[in-house]
Antibody
Framework: VRVQESGPGLVKPSETLSLTCAVS?????????WNWVRQSPGKGPQWLGE???????NYNPSLQSRLTISVDKSQNHFYLVLTNVTAADTATYFC????????????WGPGTLVTVSS | EIVLTQSPGTLSLSPGERATLSCRASQSVSASLLAWYQQRPGQPPTLLIY???TRDTGIPDRFSGSGSGTDFTLTIRRLEPEDFAVYYCLLYDNSPMYTFGQGTKLEMK
């Protein structure tokens, strides 16, 4: 299984951040949850949320009002949309797989750095 | 929300020594929900241990995990140069919510 993030490296404050995670070597419709995790510079990781191929989602309550995670089975991709971003959303964003029934993430993508700045 | 506290924040040791890293939860948790990761600079976290004590495939046996309730430990015996990195614990609670500790930096003395 491989996952790879992509998206803009720079987003302006108050705008919307959109990221894509491409899943390879396994169907996104397999027995997995697909996750987003971010890590601000010098900080520990923060779990953002996850999506099942059927569309069911779980979100970090601290971001739930601004966050949407979705899946496109035809593309074998899943997505993150974070609205009304601020400098506090500057981080490296990772996508990762969680097998259903286990409680850890593996593998992770290499990450993509997103900077929020005007 | 369960809070994870890792200690120490930084651990300075020499190759060949033994490292003991702690992860304490703010309330009792099931060991099956606790994992440990290693992160090298510029890399994503790599899974070392899951269910508190099960090594992931390919992880050397110098890495071991233990603990129950609120106190969990990652032990690295006979440190190798490549082991100097940052280590995080990860916990799932039934909210559902995943929480990482703030990390322990293992640095070479």
């Amino acid at each position: 299984v491989r996952v790879q993030e992509s998206g803009p490296g720079l987003v302006k404050p108050s705008e919307t951040l959109s990221l894509t995670c491409a899943v390879s070597d396994v169907s996104i419709s397999s027995d997995n949850w697909w996750n987003w995790v971010r890590q601000s510079p010098g900080k520990g990781p923060q779990w953002l949320g996850e999506v099942w191929h059927g569309g069911r989602t779980n979100y970090n309550p601290s971001l739930q009002s601004r966050l949407t995670i979705s899946v496109d089975k035809s593309q074998n991709h899943f997505y993150l949309v974070l609205t009304n971003v601020t400098a506090a959303d500057t981080a490296t964003y990772f996508c990762a797989r969680r097998i259903r029934g286990v409680y850890f993430f593996d593998p992770w993508g290499p990450g993509t750095l997103v900077t929020v700045s005007s | 929300e369960i809070v994870l506290t890792q200690s120490p924040g930084t651990l300075s040791l020499s190759p060949g020594e033994r490292a003991t890293l702690s992860c304490r939860a703010s309330q009792s948790v099931s060991a099956s929900l606790l994992a440990w990761y290693q992160q090298r600079p510029g890399q994503p976290p790599t899974l070392l241990i899951y269910s508190a004590s099960t090594r992931d495939t390919g992880i050397p046996d110098r890495f071991s995990g233990s603990g129950s309730g609120t106190d969990f430990t990652l032990t690295i015996r006979r440190l190798e140069p490549e082991d100097f990195a940052v280590y995080y614990c990860l916990l799932y609670d039934n909210s559902p919510m995943y929480t990482f500790g703030q990390g322990t930096k293992l640095e070479m003395k």
